[in-house]
């Protein structure tokens, strides 16, 4: 943002302290507080022609500052510049200069006289005689300030002690618009067609464009708008990108040459004087930052298109691969009552992307402690033995196992309790640039610490600290994977019975629901041995769907066994609801020899609603629910 000195009630010549800093009290947060109003809490930089309010924060550029001439109490002097001689008799000399500019650059002679171009005799650099070269005279306020001189081979010199100005400045009197340029050549090249007020850089490609601030107030702070006539190469594009920052995007107009010219004269050149002014009419408005359109995304477009979209990743988990997917820079949440084994299936999920895509995890997980504990439920997983010795369970599986955990599963564990999101986060970014971790895990998010600010509220604080996971997620190129616990949800007073959880029930805020890019609810039902897994939203049509899967969930190895809702007899001879057709996942992710084994789900051999059909081994020691 800029602001006017004046507005402050700086003018005239104002005393600066030793840093070249005036103070003044803020215009954005005076009258906000009610203690010291009039603080002078406001630093202008002379030097910088910036400010920075030590208050609020505000900060940017501002306009005026020649009226602040004095710092550290001692008078600014004005530099003394050396002024040339002006010599009308040399326009339009007969010379090999006067002949490159019309034939080669084809410049009229009525251009030359009236922006004053000469061909005067001088010695350039390099050159130990004299020669007749192209003199582009610089005047200010009708006065002679400056010479550039350019041989025909490209050989320039200013007159030396000559005061560096924009060429053609004076030509912006009593103009609303005015045009750049790079160089002196394309400024007479847009006189020449009709656009005459138009000044050239002083540096040429030069980003630096401090050049402005001296003739802001007298010159350019009045124009409505900038036509921005600069050379279609590297260094042109950083000179354009420059003066929009500094003019401001709202005023400037970027034009835009045809491929095969690189600048004004050379558009002159190829496409004649109404290719020059064709251009210039269909200048646009400089690209706004953070705002994309279409043809900013042709590419990604054309891929959607053909449908070249990238589904999300699969863990082989049959009926939940056919409704979710696994992306990188997505914040998944998952939610369900306590014990419904929300994070024995975040456990799963993590090692099935670990195993069929190569997925490091990071765990934040307080409630995984002793960790030696929570490594046990990882080993049984992807072992499908107990973690004890056995027949399956050997020393071999052991370090094979251990080598495995090791080099793909990392704890977060802050010391003194310290859980902030902070800590939390920066941890994680660590991990995810020297383990190249692709999963951060988040269970459950009530532990971490909450550190509201002044005057915030829960659901702001929560907000918050959502955004910041998804910013996470999305600048590093990670999955998070959050879970929240539910608030308590009454049970139905007709039957008794408890409603499943849903994502709007998450304990807090629904914006854990609202901003989740996918949200599970667990579900069991302890009775019939079936653990229902909900997809309550998934963002995103390639990621996947919403609906329900149905688990059986093995107590031995940790495992989920997709199966289906059948009918079983109690003790009592009733019928209930009980699990059948179970899809048993028996078989060993890892071998002894550390060999990894993509994980599968097993048809069952039989169809019979039994819920107690014997599974392969080694889940022979699986139990049922009840």
Known sequence: MT?????????GNVKANKKGEVHAACPFCRGKHEKNSKRKCLSININKGTYYCHRCGAKGHVYGINAVAEKAGK???QPKYAKPAWHAEFINA????????TNNRQLSLETLKAMKVTEPWVKMPECDKMEQVIAFNYFLDGELVNIKYRSIDKRFMFFKGGRIIPYNIDSLKDKSICAITEGEIDALTLHQCGFKGVVSVPTGGNANVRWIDEFWDTHFKDKKGFILAIDNDKVGCQLRDALVKRLGADKCRIVHWDKDCKDANEELLTHGRTGVIGRIERAVYPLMENVYTAHDLEQDMLDVFHNRIRHGLKIGLSGFDELVSFEPGRLMIMSGRPGEGKSELVDEIAVRLNLMHGWKVAYFSPENVPIALHLRKLSEKITGYRFEPSVGMTDNMYAAVKQWMGQNVFHILPKEDRYEL??????AQMLVERKDV?????DPFNRIEQRLSDGQTELQYISSMLNRLIRFAQQTNVMVLLVA?????????TDGKQRRVEMNDINGSADFGNKADICLIVDRNDEAGVTTVFVDKVRFKHLGRRGYCLFHYDVINGRFNPCEMGKGMDKNGEVIDRYMNVQWQADPWILPDGTLLMPSSHQPESQSPTPSATPPTPAQQTIPFS
């Open 3 to 11: 602001i006017d000195l004046n507005a402050l009630g700086i003018t």
């Open 75 to 77: 008078e600014q002097q």
């Open 94 to 101: 007969p010379s090999d200069a006067l002949d490159y500019l």
């Open 422 to 427: 902070d800590t939390i986060l920066g941890t």
């Open 438 to 442: 692709k999963l951060l895990v988040i």
């Open 485 to 493: 616990h539910p608030r308590k949800v009454n049970r139905n007073t």
